[in-house]
């Protein structure tokens, strides 16, 4: 069982920055690739990046240029850093965490997800 904590969200004006973290506990795999998704009200829950073991990121077209994924393997936690914010990114955003490599990657694990609300 992997266990996953979110934290850094909040309220910020547009234009803003925010810095989400989220920490993996447990029985964590050698492999295994992290990201976040969001949901907004009303809206189907997206994908909004993704790094792998080798850190590779991915994102959705929507936040490219504007958000950066990282990770500290070490700690085995994963960041993203939120930029230029406007309030069509304003949801609750979900960690996941999924071992294994592309192919052959586990079920996602959900974290409990973090608010986060961009308005003046």
């Known amino acids: 069982q992997v266990q996953l904590v979110e934290s850094g969200g909040g309220l910020v004006q547009p234009g803003g920055s925010l810095r989400l973290s989220c920490a993996a506990s447990g029985s964590i795999s050698s492999i295994y690739t992290m990201g976040w998704y969001r949901q907004a009200p009303g809206k189907q829950r997206e994908l909004v990046a993704t790094?792998?073991?080798?850190?590779?990121?991915n994102y959705a077209d929507s936040v490219k240029g504007r958000f950066t994924i990282s990770r500290d393997n070490a700690k085995n936690t994963v960041y993203l850093q939120m930029n230029s914010l406007k309030p069509e990114d304003t949801a609750v955003y979900y960690c996941?965490?999924?071992?294994?490599?592309?192919?052959?990657?586990?079920?996602?694990?959900w974290g409990q997800g973090t608010q986060v609300t961009v308005s003046s």
């Open positions: 790094i792998t073991s080798g850190d590779i990121p």
């Open positions: 996941i965490y999924r071992a294994g490599v592309a192919g052959f990657l586990s079920p996602r694990t």
